[in-house]
């Protein structure tokens, strides 16, 4: 059982660069969520979803979009990335309504943006 | 909008010593509240989690109990153990899960 998958593990980008970060869950959850976690800031939570064709925003989406065409599938989209997008970001689903069951984590992905 | 405090670290004791992190939360309603463990390099963990008020969640000799009347879901450990060293989130939401800024915890042998 993978559990939740995130790729890649590191990335670099340059300032201006587009990329999609990738999540994928294998648990049938219903509920996916991307967190970015920066020194001393906790995690803010960046967009979530409840289900198949349904997102909404967290605390800090902008500069950020999210799809969720499957159950499996939710991924983050940079779409001209900056430097204060530096983090670790991770993706997070759970069974159930909201994160109300606890959330399985993925292992992060750190992007650096120069 | 909801918002959930948590004492800042970090927080250092010996082997063996009492420990509690406190957490209290600010919401609409009585959100879910949980605990997330995250060792060096990997994510978080669920350590455990409470649905409703005067609930105790517990799990590997932690505990928290949701208080409605303080807000509060303080973590609490007995005797605690070297490999206790970890960063701790406390949490809350329902749809919408927020995360405090995390207490990191040195165990000193």
């Known amino acids: 059982n993978a559990g939740v998958t995130q790729t890649p593990k590191f990335q670099v980008l340059k300032t201006g660069q587009s990329m999609t970060l990738q999540c994928a869950q294998d648990m049938n959850h219903e509920y996916m969520s991307w967190y970015r976690q920066d020194p001393g800031m906790g995690l803010r939570l960046i967009h979530y979803s409840v289900g198949a064709g349904i997102t909404d925003q967290g605390e800090v989406p902008n500069g950020y979009n999210v799809s969720r065409s499957t159950t499996e599938d939710f991924p983050l989209r940079l779409l001209s990335a900056a430097p204060s997008q530096t983090s670790v970001y991770f993706c997070?689903?759970?069974?159930?309504?909201?994160?109300?069951?606890?959330?399985?984590f993925g292992s992060g992905t750190r992007l650096t943006v120069v | 909008g909801n918002s959930v405090t948590q004492m800042e670290g970090p927080v250092t004791l010996s082997e063996e010593a009492f420990l509690t992190i406190n957490c209290t939360y600010t919401?609409?309603?009585?959100?879910?509240l949980f605990w997330y463990v995250q060792y060096p390099g990997e994510g978080l963990q669920l350590l455990l989690k409470a649905t409703k008020a005067d609930d105790k969640g517990s799990n590997k000799g932690f505990e928290a109990t949701y208080r409605k009347e303080t807000t509060s879901f303080h973590l609490e450990k007995g005797s605690v153990q070297v490999s206790d060293s970890a960063v701790y989130f406390c949490a809350g939401g329902d749809d919408k899960i927020i995360f405090g800024k995390g207490t990191r915890l040195h165990i000193l042998p």
């Open positions: 919401a609409t309603g009585y959100p879910s």
């Open positions: 997070a689903s759970s069974y159930g309504q909201g994160g109300g069951y606890g959330y399985t």
